[in-house]
């Protein structure tokens, strides 16, 4: 556990001119293929693991020193959150990096003989770039993905938590393989080293406005980037909810880490008539979270800098809103108490800025509906969003509008989960990860036809010269009917109303005697869901 007797280097900065050598390494070791090897990925994966057990009190002090980060938030969604990735992604790999082959519906019956199946091969060699808040798990579970796709590595911690960094730094090169995996640390002219090199992806977790940088940057080679973006994320409140339940889980979104986590709520749109209860159970919250208030609460962190603490004053400072609760804050400390501020108007600086620390504001609305046009205005693509209400008025919110993420009756519990997919939507990020989705973010799904060479003669139909009797053929075997007119209306032919009559249809609409069912909706084969991934977003 942690003890001010661990040592922890002081931070220093690779060198500038030794970035291109770093990732010269890491690109030749790829070209070696030994990362391809499913059981060295696995050996890699399992020392990740125990470098994570036996740095465990550096890595707690690292963050203590950090972000005043406490043992019980260090150890939750740090340190076992990253060793529980690694059990993940070894109980799983076999499994994940195994061809698909591929079949019907996916593949016509004039296509069956070719062997076609999907391979998943590694990207190559990736650059993962880190933010200041949760300055190990999003540097490490995205770098656990990579280790298991066969990728090479580099990754490049914040600046802003340096103890955090030179302990990665420390994990890295002392457990893992030094010409597969290497960490550069410092700012922007070493991260700009860094993309002035040639990566098969890039990573990125942080700011929108760094993240359009590194997209720039990296689109004149037309690198592929996956970014984990900030937002501005609204939460709904209804007369119909339970506002006590929603204060605590509202309140503790804005505690954990002091509420500097991208995907908790920026605001909180709340029907008028509920208002003041829900002050009121903030305020019960509050006082049940912290008995001897928040500022001697052993758990709760602290601002990373001054100029994050500025900004966040500057933003209450400006505000034309009240606050309701908390406002207290200590400079010295970089402490800020839990706040929320009742504002009127979506140019409040509580409502124009990403707050990304203990700070949110209360909207006061008339209905759900204003509500959504709000925050349509604010930020019609958030990285997640939350809905406390009756189980209609959930629906309507996730039915009308998107978000990365998104938890009913809770905060952002759909991101607190490592196995499951974690990304954000249009400007809150491209792509996503954790779980499974941390495999294919790093690999690349080939689609491999192996055509037998004895099959030529029946599939004579594509050589020149051409021949119709064989088209006429060939459209028989793969062509299907439309079960629909030209003006999209399911047509009902004579083959549904005799399964209608016989009690062998009316589960789909067949329009024709002739059509050929492939299926439409479900696939016995699990495609690859990198492909899609991918087209959908570049
Ligand atoms: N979607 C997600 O998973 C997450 C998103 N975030 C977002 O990250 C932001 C806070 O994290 P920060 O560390 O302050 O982000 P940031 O964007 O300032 O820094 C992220 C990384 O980029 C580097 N960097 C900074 N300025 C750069 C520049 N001009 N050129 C090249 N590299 C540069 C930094 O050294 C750091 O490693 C918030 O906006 C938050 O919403 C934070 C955590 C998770
Ligand atoms: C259900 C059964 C049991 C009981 C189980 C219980 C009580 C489970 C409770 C689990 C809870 C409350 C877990 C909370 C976890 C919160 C976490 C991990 C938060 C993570 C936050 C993160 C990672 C933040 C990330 C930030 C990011 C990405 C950002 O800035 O964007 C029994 C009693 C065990 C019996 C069986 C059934």
Redesign the pocket.
Known sequence: MATSKVTIPEFQTTPVDAIPGIAATARNTFKTHKTKDIQWRLVQLRKLYWAFEDFKPQMLEALQRDLHKSQFESLLTEVDWVKNDCMFMIQHLETFAKSEKLKAPHVPITHSLMNLHIRKEPMGTVLI??????PIQ?LLAPMVGAIAAGCTVVI?????TPNCAMVIKQVIEERMDPDAYAVVN???P???AL?NEKWDKVF????????T??AKKAAETLTPVCL????KNPAFVTKNANLALAARRLLWSKTMNAG????SQNYVLIEREVVDTFIQQLHNSMKEMFPNGAKASPDLARI?NKR?FQRLKKMLDETNGKIVMGGSMDESELYIEPTAVLVNSTHDTMMME?S?GPIFSIYPVDSLDEALGIADGVHRTP?SLFSFGSKTENMKVLNEMTS?GATLNDAYFHGSVNTVP???VGD??WGAYRGKASFDCFTHCRTVADTPGWADRLIRVRYMPFSFSEMRLLQRLTEVKPNFDRNGTITRGFGYWLGLIFGLGGRSAKGSNNTIDRGTSSSEVELCSNNAQQSSQQ
């Open positions: 770039i880190g933010p200041y808040n949760y999003l490049k911690p914040s600046e802003l410092g700012a922007i070493e991260t700009n993309m990125f977790t942080g700011s929108a406005q760094v993240g940088i590194i984990e973006l900030g937002g500097q986590v991208c995907m990373v994050h990403e990304f990285l990365g974690f990304g954000g809150s990020g």
